[in-house]
């Protein structure tokens, strides 16, 4: 004889602790997976920004009624703003959205925070490690911008899990013109949704995802690039924000 039992979970609490869910199901604690956290894979690898949706940024919008939409001709997101509810470290940041704080030690060991550029716009660009060729190359491409981007008002800020010790190095190296800042702990990348699960030669494994923002002088998200390429992404950039 076979009996068909209906199975009801009751729900009751779900409690955000940092970058995790807790989820209290009948006294017991369940904690979600990484899909759950981080956010969606970008949708595509080449040099457009992007904002993708996370599944977790999803079901808050819909208990919100949000209602986001996208150009598609520009290949950057539009939409509400962001502000009523929380944005959680690895979910990928949207255009209007409030830039996360940061403080982190530049190439001298200096302090740089994000209040430093209030009223300035800015571009951060984060790459994986110092001296690589893809990371050279991206660096010296800003380098050769820098002039332009300053003319137009814009501060340059290159972000790595790199020491202090080895930027000051990679800096003094390549001439770079502007600051380097280490983020050893990966919190800035974290916070900014460039760190999370990679794949290569079909591993997954954790690291810095390439990617470029800028931040307006009202300390706003005004582009979002993820998961770019290091090679001709500066020119890409300086087309976009200069032309």
Same mark, same amino acid.
């Given at each position: 004889?076979v009996? %068909?039992?209906?199975?009801v979970? %009751?729900?009751e609490?779900?409690?955000?602790v940092g970058?995790?869910?807790?989820v $209290?199901? #009948?006294g017991?604690a369940?904690?979600? +997976? %990484?899909?759950?956290?981080v /956010?969606? =894979?970008?949708?595509?690898? @080449?040099?457009?920004?992007i #904002?993708?949706?996370?599944?977790?940024?999803?079901?808050?919008?819909?208990r919100?009624?949000r209602?986001?939409?996208?150009r598609?001709? =520009?290949?950057?997101?539009t +939409?509400?703003?962001?502000? *009523?509810f929380?944005i959680?470290? +690895?979910?990928?940041?949207?255009? @209007?959205?409030?830039a996360?704080?940061?403080?982190?030690?530049d190439?001298? +060991?200096?302090?740089?925070s994000?209040?430093d550029?209030?009223g300035?716009?800015?571009?951060?660009?984060f790459?994986?490690? #110092?001296?690589?060729?893809?990371c050279?190359?991206e =660096?010296c491409?800003?380098?050769? =911008?820098?002039t332009a981007?300053?003319? #137009?008002?814009?501060?340059i800020?290159?972000v790595?899990?790199?020491?202090?010790?080895r930027?000051?190095?990679?800096?003094? $190296? *390549?001439r770079?013109?502007?600051p380097?800042?280490?983020?050893?702990?990966?919190?800035? !990348?974290?916070?900014?949704?460039?760190?999370?699960?990679?794949?290569?030669y079909g591993?997954e494994?954790? @690291?810095?995802?390439?990617?470029?923002f800028t931040?307006? @002088?009202?300390g706003?998200i005004?582009? /979002?690039w993820?998961?770019?390429? !290091?090679?001709g992404?500066?020119?890409?950039?300086?087309?976009?924000?200069?032309?």
């Open positions: 004889m009996v %068909v039992v209906d199975i979970v %009751v729900v609490t779900t409690v955000v970058a995790a869910v807790v $209290e199901v #009948a017991a369940v904690v979600p +997976g %990484v899909d759950e956290l /956010a969606a =894979s970008p949708v595509s690898t @080449g040099e457009h920004p #904002a993708t949706k996370d599944r977790t940024s999803n079901r808050n919008r819909d919100i009624g209602d986001h939409t996208r598609r001709d =520009s290949g950057c997101t +939409g509400a703003r962001r502000e *009523h929380p959680l470290p +690895g979910m990928q940041l949207q255009v @209007g959205d409030i996360p704080e940061f403080t982190r030690p190439h001298t +060991g200096a302090l740089v994000k209040k550029f209030a300035t716009p800015v571009v951060i660009y790459y994986p490690k #110092a001296f690589t060729p893809g050279t190359a =660096s491409d800003f380098r050769d =911008s820098y981007f300053q003319n #137009a008002g814009y501060e800020l290159g790595s899990p790199d020491p202090v010790d930027l000051e190095a990679f800096r003094e $190296e *390549h770079l013109p502007f380097l800042i280490s983020d050893e702990d990966h919190s800035m !990348a974290s916070a900014y949704g460039a760190w999370g699960i990679k794949q290569n591993k494994y954790e @690291g810095l995802i390439r990617s470029t931040i307006d @002088g009202d706003r005004s582009h /979002a993820y998961n770019v390429r !290091a090679k992404h500066a020119d890409r950039v300086e087309s976009e924000l200069l032309s």
